[in-house]
């Protein structure tokens, strides 16, 4: 199971009010790192809408007489350049020119990508041909190119930006493609389609109010681009003298340093306070409408609570593995620890079957997790005991848990695909796993097995599992097999190192009915010979009464019954034990009632007996 | 029996292929069955056997590349855009999975009153019809108001079923309903599902991997592997004795709810396989 | 795979076709203009309608690309229509200066980027932080800035480092080095922000995937999980990052070259571009865009031989 579907799962369980309804805005002025920068944003612009006034002179405006004048001089705030001209007047209607430019450069940029992103993601026959057109303007080399093309913009700064508009289209374009196939690809859009509604009704009602979040993000990046662009060329020297712009005022300022430094300062602090809010606001605005972004996932043994201390006891001279009270945590948006796993206890005998059953949220993947070791970071064991041997595990380093991983106690999981690597061959990762089993804590890998053994035990462990042609599937790449030979092919990783508990979780879920009694079959058999005691997740009872010797049901964090199989079957104890058995659909139960056609057939056939009759 | 209402001959199902001139390929290959009035024809198959894509033909959102689909007599297998937005009150869909089958960013309210406001219903009058599809499938009125991401996957599934039946259609294509729900809630959403067609007289096409919901709700069942239908009947014959040996396979590998009977179903599945 | 590199080196032809076509094509709209500058005061409708006619600029614009395009096939790119300099002769020492900061920003920036980014997605905690706000910052300062204050810092006021100008490698290694060192950090300092970015977020989203946890179940050391599996992943969209890092920072070379004086393209394309030197503009447009097609064409092959399943297409 993916962390994100875990951690959702948890949020499911953890009964908090969400915010749900609060908008975007609201959500936005309540962050201050969006809140300054946006202030610092709304300034610039008003000081650039208010130029004339503020200012006392034109930005073209030359003063012979006041030429380098300093800080300060009465008439120029800010002094006066090298031609005598007003630093603050010309500092404004740079920013003036900034805005023009991020305009038509983002509005470009945002008609072009959007429409063809829309077209090329939603009609799957576009796809080829927008995808092309794209490729090709993103290989332009833009800079030059802006620079080669002043015989065709004359320099003027507004055609530039309207050519770089198109030049950073495909950066809006990717994004929209990429959501619209996504997005086209929901049961909601096909269930719009049934409904008759039409094609364009469908990209402006369903798609847009998806696609709008991240572009809106992408727009505030590509308006900061827009700018250091803009000022970047003028710094070069492309464009008309006349007109005022960072870029511009930095190369006089440059070339002017020595005589007057506070010259090339001003804009430079301008453009870079004006571009690092863009930039911090782009940020805070992603933060709003997408939410936290996914943290580093350290691999590292699971998290205790401060001061935990494992549950000393009398340790059960049968059990192979001892579960004690165990507890699982996460801690909430709002930062309090909520058990989704309550207090769970658990006997292990060599070579039983244990079937952990229960319902989405009842925490009974997070209780396998816990055994392993391999809960998420954002978990946290709070109490409780976990013994393998007698030997205690909560509270074990990594490296002495990755000791005992795949030679002690082993795992395989619901969903084969995703569970393999997809870089490597099947021979890769099968060998990769039996030279790690049974290394030491210290140990990359066991010193007493060799690659080419290793490689012999690879072949032979697919053939015991059952893979038809083993030296073919062992030169294939995960997505050139099916996910019913993938799920054998983590079965054998995961028997490759002898362990002596294995943890299957769902591991029939995701295959097809026929193939899943075969599984069942394999994990039976290898159990056998091999002296395996295995806890069996499911939801499933099928599966229960098909392999497993003992069964625990687990409720809201908690197992509510535990027993042997049979006597659990035929005389629970608990409600909610008593109340899954009752939804189970009775495999006798066959729908007996009548269709409608044919009640309205036998009703004539009454009516024209009764006809008859009174005839 | 009066004349069925959806009738599908030799239907040939494709699709197409990434890529400049690739032919499409065959997913369905000729496949014939009929569903009347008020019935329930399941249609059991495993992944990749053409279940799914049988019913988006249906739906038109899939490729019928030969045969033909009659609906209420009227062959729509190559139904246009304008005829597909007049079926759209006769034919409606719920899909699997409840998570992906409403929009996230409407709210449960504009959900329902998409398919009404496209047949041209007035906004006062689709309200009403709202308010009233809510009550029938068990949900709270004011969860009009409210988004999909508030409600569980087993009342999402209800606010799906309430989708289809907002126009009263004569078919509903029923995509594995019940599959991505927690078994105390599949029951129950198929009991909603048998009452509804009790009291409208819809007919489904219910089609599902497991053979125990299939033979919950359908009067009859076809099988269907690799594209074809390999048997095709009435549910307590196809399930109780099959005569196809994969439907054969099919009923020995799902397992049963109970120790004993499972262990002699193993038997016989092995026995079956050493004989082959 | 053969297969799929010849495909995309197809691509990769017709791409450079299409960019170079179109650019004549826009300029040719020019070409009476650029015609009257040269002709000065002598410009007349009849001495411009000659000359146009004496360069052959009056025939169609694909007869002149395919002229043009046969002369590139032989390794000429004509003469510049203003100083009747060698073009090919005349670019060639210019894009070896330019690549000269390009190529070690580029390649620095992209082993900082992996060191920094997988060590942030690895350690998370106060590492990531730290990380994470030299990324930041790396974002916030326009290259042209950076190239300014380091000018400022080290050349100015420190004198470590020559302002201005280019040596070459052939004539003085050291001094080369020298010249060189503060643009190749003015353009390193957003290139490996950018690509560390994406180096963390791709490392973050391999490591909290599902085979992480299989492996970890079977095992296997944190270090192979981390070097064997997530980053071998996360090389195929560092590879097109690393791509399209080469093109920003192309376009930001041009620029940082004239805070420094350096005789590279920037400048060179900028003075032929104001007077309308087309052959020139043609040979920088040819060079810039087979460079950038280069690029992918490298950056599509190693993400084929990377991702097994990127061949099949």
């Given at each position: 199971?993916?962390?994100?579907?875990?951690?959702?799962?948890?949020?499911?369980?953890?009964?908090?009010?969400?915010?749900?309804?609060?908008?975007?805005?609201?959500?936005?002025?309540?962050?201050?790192?969006?809140?300054?920068?946006?202030?610092?944003?709304?300034?610039?612009?008003?000081?650039?809408?208010?130029?004339?006034?503020?200012?006392?002179?034109?930005?073209?405006?030359?003063?012979?007489?006041?030429?380098?004048?300093?800080?300060?001089?009465?008439?120029?705030?800010?002094?006066?350049?090298?031609?005598?001209?007003?630093?603050?007047?010309?500092?404004?209607?740079?920013?003036?020119?900034?805005?023009?430019?991020?305009?038509?450069?983002?509005?470009?940029?945002?008609?072009?990508?959007?429409?063809?992103?829309?077209?090329?993601?939603?009609?799957?026959?576009?796809?080829?041909?927008?995808?092309?057109?794209?490729?090709i303007i993103m290989t332009f080399p833009g800079i030059l190119l802006l620079i080669v093309l002043m015989p065709?913009?004359?320099g003027?700064?507004?055609?530039t930006?309207?050519v770089f508009?198109?030049l950073?289209?495909?950066?809006?374009?990717?994004?929209?493609?990429?959501?619209?196939?996504?997005?086209?690809?929901?049961?909601?859009?096909?269930?719009?389609?049934?409904?008759?509604?039409?094609?364009?009704?469908?990209?402006?009602?369903?798609?847009?109010?998806?696609?709008?979040?991240?572009?809106?993000?992408?727009?505030?990046?590509?308006?900061?681009?827009?700018?250091n662009t803009?000022a970047g060329l003028a710094f070069l020297g492309v464009?008309?003298?006349?007109?005022?712009?960072?870029g511009?005022?930095i190369s006089?300022?440059f070339q002017?340093?020595?005589?007057?430094?506070?010259?090339?300062?001003?804009?430079?602090?301008?453009?870079?306070?004006?571009?690092?809010?863009?930039?911090?606001?782009?940020?805070?605005?992603?933060?709003?409408?997408?939410?936290?972004?996914?943290?580093?996932?350290?691999?590292?043994?699971?998290?205790?609570?401060?001061?935990?201390?494992?549950?000393?006891?009398?340790?059960?001279?049968?059990?192979?593995?001892?579960?004690?009270?165990?507890?699982?945590?996460?801690?909430?948006?709002?930062?309090?620890?909520?058990?989704?796993?309550?207090?769970?206890?658990?006997?292990?005998?060599?070579?039983?079957?244990?079937?952990?059953?229960?319902?989405?949220?009842?925490?009974?993947?997070?209780?396998?997790?816990?055994?392993?070791?391999?809960?998420?970071?954002?978990?946290?064991?709070?109490?409780?005991?976990?013994?393998?041997?007698?030997?205690?595990?909560?509270?074990?380093?990594?490296?002495?848990?990755?000791?005992?991983?795949?030679?002690?106690?082993?795992?395989?999981?619901?969903?084969?695909?995703?569970?393999?690597?997809?870089?490597?061959?099947?021979?890769?990762?099968?060998?990769?796993?039996?030279?790690?089993?049974?290394?030491?804590?210290?140990?990359?890998?066991?010193?007493?097995?060799?690659?080419?053994?290793?490689?012999?035990?690879?072949?032979?462990?697919?053939?015991?599992?059952?893979?038809?042609?083993?030296?073919?599937?062992?030169?294939?790449?995960?997505?050139?097999?099916?996910?019913?030979?993938?799920?054998?092919?983590?079965?054998?990783?995961?028997?490759?190192?002898?362990?002596?508990?294995?943890?299957?979780?769902?591991?029939?879920?995701?295959?097809?009915?026929?193939?899943?009694?075969?599984?069942?079959?394999?994990?039976?058999?290898?159990?056998?010979?091999?002296?395996?005691?295995?806890?069996?997740?499911?939801?499933?009872?099928?599966?229960?009464?098909?392999?497993?010797?003992?069964?625990?049901?687990?409720?809201?964090?908690?197992?509510?019954?535990?027993?042997?199989?049979?006597?659990?079957?035929?005389?629970?104890?608990?409600?909610?034990?008593?109340?899954?058995?009752?939804?189970?659909?009775?495999?006798?139960?066959?729908?007996?009632?009548?269709?409608?056609?044919?009640?309205?057939?036998?009703?004539?056939?009454?009516?024209?007996?009764?006809?008859?009759?009174?005839? | 029996?009066?004349?069925?209402?959806?009738?599908?001959?030799?239907?040939?199902?494709?699709?197409?292929?990434?890529?400049?001139?690739?032919?499409?390929?065959?997913?369905?290959?000729?496949?014939?069955?009929?569903?009347?009035?008020?019935?329930?024809?399941?249609?059991?198959?495993?992944?990749?056997?053409?279940?799914?894509?049988?019913?988006?033909?249906?739906?038109?959102?899939?490729?019928?590349?030969?045969?033909?689909?009659?609906?209420?007599?009227?062959?729509?297998?190559?139904?246009?855009?304008?005829?597909?937005?007049?079926?759209?009150?006769?034919?409606?869909?719920?899909?699997?999975?409840?998570?992906?089958?409403?929009?996230?960013?409407?709210?449960?309210?504009?959900?329902?009153?998409?398919?009404?406001?496209?047949?041209?219903?007035?906004?006062?009058?689709?309200?009403?019809?709202?308010?009233?599809?809510?009550?029938?499938?068990?949900?709270?009125?004011?969860?009009?108001?409210?988004?999909?991401?508030?409600?569980?996957?087993?009342?999402?599934?209800?606010?799906?079923?309430?989708?289809?039946?907002?126009?009263?259609?004569?078919?509903?294509?029923?995509?594995?309903?019940?599959?991505?729900?927690?078994?105390?809630?599949?029951?129950?959403?198929?009991?909603?599902?048998?009452?509804?067609?009790?009291?409208?007289?819809?007919?489904?096409?219910?089609?599902?991997?497991?053979?125990?919901?299939?033979?919950?709700?359908?009067?009859?069942?076809?099988?269907?592997?690799?594209?074809?239908?390999?048997?095709?009947?009435?549910?307590?014959?196809?399930?109780?004795?099959?005569?196809?040996?994969?439907?054969?396979?099919?009923?020995?590998?799902?397992?049963?709810?109970?120790?004993?009977?499972?262990?002699?179903?193993?038997?016989?599945?092995?026995?079956?396989?050493?004989?082959? | 795979?053969?297969?799929?590199a010849?495909?995309r080196l197809?691509a990769g032809i017709v791409l450079f076709l299409l960019t170079s076509f179109t650019t004549l094509?826009l300029i040719?709209?020019?070409?009476?203009?650029i015609?009257?500058?040269?002709?000065?005061?002598?410009?007349?409708?009849?001495?411009?309608?000659?000359?146009?006619?004496?360069?052959?600029?009056?025939?169609?614009?694909?007869?002149?690309y395919?002229d043009w395009f046969g002369s590139l096939l032989q390794g000429d790119l004509g003469r510049s229509f203003f100083t009747q300099e060698v073009v090919t002769a005349a670019i060639g020492p210019r894009i070896i200066v330019t690549l000269s900061i390009v190529l070690p920003a580029l390649i620095g920036a992209a082993i900082f980027a992996t060191?920094?980014?997988?060590?942030?997605?690895?350690?998370?905690?106060?590492?990531?932080?730290?990380?994470?706000?030299?990324?930041?910052?790396g974002?916030?300062?326009p290259g042209l800035l950076v190239a300014i204050f380091l000018v400022m810092l080290f050349a100015v006021?420190l004198g470590w480092f020559p302002a201005t100008g280019f040596v070459r490698f052939g004539d003085d290694p050291v001094g080369w080095l020298r010249s060189i060192t503060i643009p190749v950090i003015a353009l390193f300092v957003g290139g490996s922000a950018n690509m560390?970015?994406?180096?963390?977020?791709?490392?973050?989203?391999?490591?909290?995937?599902?085979?992480?946890?299989?492996?970890?179940?079977?095992?296997?050391?944190?270090?192979?999980?981390?070097?064997?599996?997530?980053?071998?992943?996360?090389?195929?969209?560092g590879i097109t990052v690393f791509g399209m890092q080469f093109i920003t920072m192309f376009g930001g070379a041009l620029i940082i070259e004239s805070v420094f004086a350096l005789p590279g393209f920037g400048t060179f394309a900028f003075n032929s571009a104001m007077r309308g030197d087309f052959p020139v503009i043609m040979g920088l447009t040819a060079v810039g865009v087979g460079l950038t097609v280069g690029v992918n064409l490298i950056v599509d092959l190693a993400?084929?031989?990377?991702?097994?399943?990127?061949?099949?297409?």
């Open positions: 199971m993916a962390i994100e579907s875990l951690l959702d799962e948890v949020e499911s369980v953890t009964e908090e009010p969400i915010e749900v309804r609060r908008g975007v805005f609201y959500r936005l002025i309540r962050d201050p790192q969006a809140v300054i920068t946006g202030t610092i944003l709304v300034l610039f612009v008003l000081g650039g809408l208010l130029a004339n006034v503020i200012a006392q002179h034109g930005p073209n405006f030359v003063d012979f007489w006041n030429v380098n004048s300093p800080v300060g001089t009465p008439g120029f705030p800010l002094g006066t350049d090298g031609q005598g001209r007003d630093v603050l007047a010309r500092l404004l209607h740079s920013i003036n020119t900034a805005l023009v430019s991020a305009l038509i450069a983002a509005s470009i940029a945002l008609v072009v990508g959007i429409t063809f992103g829309l077209i090329g993601g939603y009609f799957r026959r576009l796809h080829g041909v927008t995808d092309w057109l794209f490729s065709i913009t004359r003027d700064f507004r055609w930006m309207f508009g198109f950073m289209s495909p950066a809006v374009f990717r994004i929209v493609r990429n959501q619209t196939i996504g997005v086209a690809r929901e049961l909601y859009v096909d269930a719009a389609k049934v409904s008759g509604v039409t094609h364009t009704r469908i990209l402006f009602k369903h798609i847009l109010s998806v696609v709008r979040g991240p572009v809106i993000i992408a727009t505030a990046f590509l308006t900061g681009t827009a700018i803009q464009g008309s003298l006349e007109i005022p712009s960072f511009a005022m006089d300022g002017n340093l020595r005589a007057m430094p506070t010259q090339y300062l001003w804009p430079t602090l301008t453009l870079g306070v004006f571009s690092a809010s863009i930039v911090l606001f782009g940020n805070a605005l992603r933060d709003t409408i997408e939410g936290a972004r996914p943290k580093p996932q350290k691999i590292t043994a699971t998290a205790m609570v401060d001061g935990f201390s494992a549950e000393a006891g009398p340790a059960d001279e049968k059990a192979l593995l001892q579960v004690r009270d165990l507890g699982i945590a996460y801690k909430s948006p709002a930062g309090v620890l909520n058990e989704v796993v309550k207090g769970v206890s658990l006997n292990l005998a060599p070579g039983e079957t244990l079937g952990l059953i229960g319902e989405s949220g009842s925490g009974k993947t997070q209780t396998a997790f816990g055994v392993l070791g391999v809960l998420p970071n954002e978990a946290k064991v709070t109490r409780g005991s976990v013994r393998i041997d007698g030997n205690e595990l909560l509270g074990a380093d990594e490296p002495t848990m990755r000791a005992l991983r795949g030679s002690t106690i082993a795992y395989v999981p619901q969903e084969p695909m995703s569970n393999l690597d997809p870089v490597y061959k099947i021979g890769h990762h099968l060998v990769e796993r039996i030279r790690a089993a049974g290394a030491g804590p210290k140990e990359l890998t066991n010193p007493k097995v060799s690659k080419a053994a290793a490689k012999h035990l690879a072949l032979e462990l697919l053939e015991r599992v059952g893979i038809p042609d083993p030296g073919r599937t062992f030169n294939s790449y995960p997505h050139e097999i099916s996910g019913g030979m993938a799920q054998r092919v983590l079965i054998a990783g995961a028997v490759a190192g002898k362990p002596k508990i294995l943890i299957a979780d769902e591991p029939t879920t995701a295959l097809d009915v026929t193939v899943q009694a075969e599984i069942l079959d394999l994990i039976r058999d290898l159990q056998a010979e091999m002296n395996m005691a295995v806890i069996m997740v499911t939801h499933n009872f099928g599966v229960v009464a098909d392999i497993c010797d003992r069964i625990a049901v687990m409720q809201r964090g908690e197992i509510v019954e535990e027993g042997i199989i049979r006597e659990v079957f035929a005389n629970p104890q608990h409600e909610y034990t008593k109340m899954l058995l009752d939804s189970i659909l009775d495999e006798d139960t066959i729908r007996q009632d009548p269709p409608r056609s044919v009640i309205k057939v036998k009703a004539a056939q009454v009516i024209a007996a009764l006809k008859e009759a009174s005839a | 029996m009066t004349a069925p209402i959806l009738a599908a001959k030799n239907l040939q199902v494709s699709y197409p292929v990434r890529g400049f001139m690739k032919k499409p390929i065959e997913i369905v290959h000729g496949v014939d069955f009929e569903i009347g009035e008020g019935e329930t024809l399941g249609i059991v198959g495993e992944s990749g056997s053409g279940k799914t894509t049988i019913g988006r033909a249906i739906l038109g959102l899939a490729m019928v590349s030969g045969g033909s689909i009659a609906f209420d007599g009227r062959d729509i297998s190559q139904a246009t855009p304008k005829i597909r937005r007049s079926l759209a009150k006769d034919i409606q869909v719920v899909f699997q999975d409840p998570y992906s089958s409403l929009n996230p960013s409407l709210m449960i309210g504009q959900i329902l009153a998409e398919p009404l406001t496209v047949q041209g219903w007035s906004r006062a009058d689709a309200t009403k019809r709202v308010l009233e599809l809510l009550d029938r499938v068990g949900l709270p009125r004011n969860a009009a108001a409210r988004l999909p991401r508030e409600f569980s996957g087993g009342q999402r599934q209800r606010i799906a079923i309430a989708r289809a039946l907002a126009l009263s259609p004569k078919l509903v294509i029923c995509d594995e309903p019940v599959s991505g729900l927690d078994l105390s809630t599949q029951a129950k959403v198929l009991d909603l599902f048998i009452e509804l067609q009790r009291e409208t007289g819809v007919a489904y096409m219910f089609i599902s991997h497991d053979l125990a919901v299939i033979r919950h709700i359908s009067h009859r069942v076809g099988v269907l592997y690799r594209g074809e239908m390999v048997e095709q009947g009435d549910t307590a014959e196809v399930t109780g004795e099959p005569r196809n040996p994969y439907t054969q396979r099919l009923v020995l590998a799902a397992p049963v709810a109970d120790p004993d009977r499972q262990a002699e179903r193993r038997a016989l599945r092995a026995q079956m396989f050493a004989a082959a | 795979m053969l297969l799929y010849l495909r197809g094509y040719h709209f020019s070409f009476a203009g015609v009257a500058t040269r002709l000065g005061t002598g410009a007349t409708p009849e001495t411009i309608a000659q000359m146009m006619h004496d360069h052959g600029l009056d025939r169609p614009v694909l007869v002149q395919v060191l920094l980014g997988v060590l942030a997605a690895y350690k998370g905690g106060w590492v990531d932080k730290v990380a994470q706000g030299a990324m930041l910052f974002h916030l300062v006021n560390a970015n994406q180096v963390r977020g791709t490392m973050i989203d391999e490591l909290r995937k599902d085979y992480v946890r299989t492996l970890r179940t079977a095992g296997v050391s944190p270090k192979a999980i981390l070097l064997r599996h997530a980053l071998r992943n996360a090389i195929g969209p993400n084929g031989w990377l991702n097994p399943k990127a061949r099949a297409y």
